[in-house]
């Protein structure tokens, strides 16, 4: 293994060195006059504002305004930006995972191992997931665990996007866009800043669309009649002195998606033609207050306090079947409010030494309501009320050291203290269950990083880091007080070379990780009775290796970017039994013994975890003069296919294809107004977006539309 990593390595940077000299060469030939440098590009995941150049982690950091060019209104598609990103969306949540580490398992109890950020707050981790992006200031996802900062839900990885602040003197400044396409597509969406002398101003923005269906729906169904949704953002900035700043924002999303429909994996036809004889439905709705208060000492430490206050209601109804014929029906309607506060104190920058102290609570508590929880099959009805709450506790420091002659060391701790507790009751055909049950999980993560930048242009650097994401509660089944699962370890080895290039045009980024995965949360058939499905833990590791590799550039008025991730794993030794598998007979998870039915899933690949990622942007300003800028622009995001099961059966639809992306858009500019020409999946490829419960969920398929924005 570390021989591959060795010369992973090296053929990555032989890679990097050698593109550099091509693009040098381009940029003389230009001529001066044409160069235009690449900005720096700041990162805060790590409670400070630093270059990414310079900041040992993996990620992939865009602005507002690269974010829209390239495409993404939603998290679905930051697969297609990123390397090593995969997101399966099955409607009323994602498996949204980061080097095969996330999520698989559809449940509340199972966490999230990529958590979303929205302003300074973690949001709902398993909900909620189609909050669209606008008005954006910067989205940074990060690759491999987060243990210091974000501590447990970060094992992958995590997201964090940053919407536009109000400007203190910054004017009456602002858009207003407006767009239409096909499927009978209208959206508009702008942002107006509001200030108010010179200690206050305040930002307002909104996005709101709709469109028709997707899906040509037959049988004797009810719902899918397109997509309405409208968001609204307040933000308000108080500075009353240079040390104090007070900023709040506070935002709402009512999301009427109509629903999810679906097909059985085993059809062959078109993904958007199926029959359904059931409700059909899918409305979210959600509202978030953030409030981040910074103060600033004499010496250059800051104090900062981020509060946060969600609370959402998620609806969904569906065909289980996916068939006109078909009994199966679901249906839920979920409450989630989410507390958080956290307090940090951080040093100065201008010191050798630099520390960061930190303290964090949060409570998470989901509400079934009665009678809104029901599966619905031949046998009857399977219902759930109840409450789940959550607590979670945590302090966290890191201390950076500037050791001299180029080196730095980092070293960041994190200690959490989280419970989960079932309130509930199940009604399973017939048959009452109650379940009052705790358990609690603490974990101590981290991350030792060794740095050096060898000049200005070239930074190295090489860390462990650790991740931990909590256990949870199995929902009872007639069987008695079900065990529960145990929470999942990550620990993270990686190097990675940061260079800039061509006088400032071109920068890489390149690293090597090796993964050691403890106690992966899968679902299996139950050990001593398998009908029964339970999550329970892969009692031995999963090895998950791989490199990554970025790339901008800016010569003259052409940029491009791209990104690179190839990944590989092999689980530990697991015994198992499909759960979609009637059988019957023990099967030890350590043991076996091995059977057609208890299977041995020692050597499989990770669920999420697609061997190839890559994606490329590039661009074109064509200057016409009198204010006349036209930019064509093409992205295109590959992602190699992927198991969605540990079981690999393919007969079951267990593979989910390949996806290849090209989106495309040409922007006129003139003046204060812009107008776009844009076309997404333009191949119009018919792919599995996500796999769950038996059933098929397709991506978005092609679609055009125009877009025109004036900026005041």
């Known amino acids: 293994m570390k021989k591959i990593l060795l010369v992973t390595a090296i053929a990555v940077a032989q890679i990097a060195w050698s593109m550099p000299a091509a693009a040098q060469a381009e940029a003389e030939g230009r001529g001066a006059s044409e160069s235009h440098e690449l900005d720096e590009i700041v990162v805060t995941a790590e409670r400070r504002r630093s270059n990414l150049q310079t900041t040992p982690i993996a990620a992939t950091v865009m602005t507002g305004d690269k974010v829209a ?89 995590a997201v964090f996007v940053t919407s536009q602040d109000p400007v203190i003197n910054g004017g009456h400044a602002g858009y207003i866009q407006a767009g239409v396409g096909d499927f009978n597509y209208f959206g508009a969406q702008g942002a107006i800043n509001l200030p108010a002398g010179d200690k ?106 981020v509060t946060g206050y969600q609370e959402g209601r998620t609806e969904y109804r569906a065909d289980l079947d996916g068939t006109s014929v078909g009994t199966a029906i679901f249906g839920d309607a979920v409450d989630e409010v989410i507390f958080s506060q956290e307090i940090n104190l951080i040093s100065s920058d201008a010191n050798a030494f630099t520390w960061i102290l930190g303290a964090y609570y949060q409570e998470d508590e989901y509400t079934f309501p009665p009678g809104e929880f029901y599966i619905g099959t031949a046998a009857g009805f399977y219902r759930l009320d109840g409450t789940n709450p959550k607590k979670t506790t945590a302090v966290f420091g890191q201390v950076g050291i500037d050791m001299g002659e180029a080196w730095a060391l980092e070293i960041g701790a994190r200690y959490s203290d989280s419970s989960t507790t079932n309130h509930i009751n199940v009604n399973q055909y017939g048959t009452p269950l109650t379940q009052d049950q705790k358990a609690s999980y603490s974990n101590l993560s981290g991350k ?56 400032g045009h071109l920068r890489t980024q390149v690293n090597a990780f090796y993964n050691d995965y403890e106690n992966f949360q899968v679902t299996v058939g139950y050990p001593d009775i398998p009908v029964f499905g339970f999550e329970l833990n892969n009692p031995n590791s999963t090895e998950i290796y791989g490199f990554e590799a970025q790339l901008e550039a800016v010569f003259g008025a052409f940029t491009l970017d791209a990104g690179l991730g ?89 593979l989910v294809e390949a996806r290849d992306i090209l989106n495309a858009q040409v922007a006129w500019k003139l003046n204060t107004f812009v107008t776009t020409l844009y076309g997404t999946n333009l191949t119009d490829q018919h792919y599995v977006g996500a796999i769950n419960s038996g059933l098929r969920f397709a991506g978005s398929p092609r679609q055009f539309g125009l877009r025109i924005a004036k900026s005041f």
């Not at 269906?213 to 900035?237: K, W």
């Not at 462990?464 to 256990?471: H, K, L, N």
Request: charged letters at 20%.
């Open 69 to 157: 060019a390239s495409g993404v209104t939603i998290v679905d598609q930051l697969q297609f930006i990123s390397p090593s990103a995969t997101v399966n969306n099955f409607g009323q949540g994602i498996d949204f995972n980061i080097r095969g580490i996330g999520k698989a398992e559809h449940n509340t109890q199972t966490t999230t191992g990529v958590i979303t950020y929205r302003d300074g707050v973690a949001t709902f981790p398993g909900y909620f997931t189609a909050e669209p992006y606008y008005d954006i200031a910067s989205v940074e996802i990060l690759r491999g665990p987060q243990g210091t900062f974000v501590g447990q839900n970060a094992t992958g990885g």
């Open 448 to 503: 030792v990083s060794l740095n050096y930048e060898a000049n200005e242009h070239h930074f190295l650097y090489a860390f462990v880091a650790t991740g931990f994401r909590p256990g949870g509660l199995n929902v009872p089944v007639g069987l008695g007080e079900p065990a529960p699962f145990d929470e999942e370890k990550v620990t993270n080895y990686e190097i990675g070379w940061k260079a800039g290039w061509a006088d």
């Open 566 to 654: 190839w990944l590989q794993s092999s689980l530990g030794e697991f015994y198992a039994v499909d759960p979609r598998a009637i059988s019957f007979g023990a099967c030890d998870p350590l043991t076996g013994p091995a059977s057609t039915a208890c299977i041995n899933l020692e050597g499989k690949d990770q669920t999420y975890a697609p061997d190839l990622t890559f994606n490329i942007g590039m661009q074109y300003d064509f200057t016409m003069g009198e204010g006349n800028t036209l930019s064509p622009r093409i992205n295109y995001g590959h992602v190699s296919e992927q198991w969605a099961t540990l079981f690999q059966n393919e007969a079951r639809g267990d």
């Open 200 to 305: 206050f101003a305040m930002r307002a923005a909104f996005d709101a669309g709709q469109r028709d269906s997707y899906y040509d729906i037959s049988g004797p169904y009810t719902g899918d009649e397109g997509v309405q949704t409208g968001s609204a953002r307040l933000g308000f900035l108080w500075e009353p002195s240079a040390s104090l700043s007070v900023l709040l924002k506070a935002d709402y999303n009512y999301l009427d998606l109509s629903g999810y429909p679906a097909d059985p994996v085993s059809e062959n036809d078109s993904l958007f033609v199926m029959g359904a004889n059931a409700d059909i439905h899918g409305l979210d709705r959600f509202g978030r207050a953030v409030l981040k208060v910074d103060y600033e000492f004499g010496n250059g430490t800051s104090l900062r306090s």
